[in-house]
């Protein structure tokens, strides 16, 4: 007897688990009527600091909604800050107290928002929304932090401010210049006589084209900006450029570059080790090139800074050889804006 097929059956995403604390009863139950019917599930509401950390500690939670004013011997503010030390959720304070001092005190925690009493159902969707986006956000920005910081070249650099709109952002130098596997026999004799001759490896050299240049499709070399808190690409422009390809009107091609970049306060980028020895200066808004210096060789680090008597200045080795080859040399240059 044959059967029709089942049909299968979408399974819903898990619904986010709120834990209440609130001290006051009929706020508590409106809390939990609106949260429901919002399509949260409430964990649990407790109305004191001591009852919210031992369910934390036990029951898995998405966010936390917490008075600031509770009973007992802690208040709001001193629970989320325990809370932080065990939990890693988003927490938003409910107060009818919006007084300096005790934003003040609250915002030492770090909260994802605010709801002032009394507050309508949109208020509370709102802020209960925005504080699950911006965790969300945040912590693919420590999860990229952390593949950084086991998986970064030093070739990446952190910039340290933030881009527009509060954005994190990182610089990156890459170079598209396509290598070959060298290989040849083998001159160690194998354990088997009888064995044929191994290959053995050669190296990995350029592959160029039959006027040296890379063989592949420009861009050669690119400077990059990431947004971190979207993990999109912000903008990316080519990275150094051949002379007599610029003479001919070849638009940039960018080049092969080992050098790095870094970013000041100001919001400057400064980048080297392209063929072409020059060091730049972009705009990490945009990308923009903004300034570039003939160096007598190419950096082979990315650049520093440095403060001293007042003024900033940005050194940079500039030694040549390395990977690009070419004369060497052991010089420092420094730069500085005039006074």
């Given at each position: 007897m044959s059967s029709s097929p089942k049909t299968a059956v979408p399974i819903p995403p898990p619904r986010v688990r709120v834990l209440v604390v609130e001290d006051e009863a009929l706020v508590a139950l409106d809390l939990e009527e609106r949260l429901t019917r919002l399509g949260y599930e409430v964990s649990c509401v407790v109305d004191n600091g001591g009852d919210a950390l031992n369910h934390a500690r036990v029951v898995k939670i998405d966010l936390v909604l917490m008075d600031i004013h509770l009973r007992g011997?802690?208040?709001?503010?001193?629970?989320?800050a325990a809370l932080r030390q065990i939990l890693d959720v988003p927490l938003v304070f409910l107060t009818a107290h919006a007084d300096d001092a005790t934003l003040h005190r609250a915002g030492l925690t770090e909260p994802f928002g605010y709801v002032l009493k009394?507050?309508?159902e949109r208020e509370l969707r709102a802020a209960v929304q925005m504080a699950l986006y911006r965790y969300q956000a945040e912590s693919r920005v420590r999860k990229m932090e952390r593949w950084l910081g086991r998986h970064a070249a030093q070739h990446w650099r952190w910039g340290d401010r933030h881009g527009p709109r509060g954005a994190y952002r990182l610089y990156q130098c890459d170079r598209r210049?396509?290598?070959r596997l060298a290989v040849g026999r083998g001159d160690i004799p194998p354990v088997d006589p009888n064995a044929p001759v191994k290959w053995t490896f050669g190296g990995w050299n350029r592959l160029v084209d039959h006027e040296g240049y890379p063989g592949c499709q420009p861009p050669w070399g690119t400077l990059t900006c990431l947004d971190l808190n979207t993990g999109k690409i912000a903008w990316k422009v080519p990275f150094g450029e051949y002379p007599e390809l610029a003479a001919k009107g070849v638009p940039k091609t960018g080049q092969e570059n080992f050098g790095g970049c870094m970013v000041t306060a100001s919001g400057l980028v400064i980048a080297g080790g392209t063929r072409d020895q020059k060091l730049r200066a972009f705009d990490s808004?945009?990308?923009n090139e903004l300034w570039s210096f003939q160096l007598p060789l190419h950096s082979t680090a990315p650049a520093a800074s440095y403060?001293?008597?007042?003024?900033q200045f940005i050194v940079v080795p500039v030694t040549g050889g390395g990977k690009l080859g070419g004369a060497t040399g052991d010089a420092w240059m420094a730069f500085a804006l005039p006074k």
């Open positions: 011997e802690l208040d709001g503010i001193e629970t989320a009394p507050f309508d210049s396509p290598d808004d945009n990308g403060e001293a008597d007042g003024r």
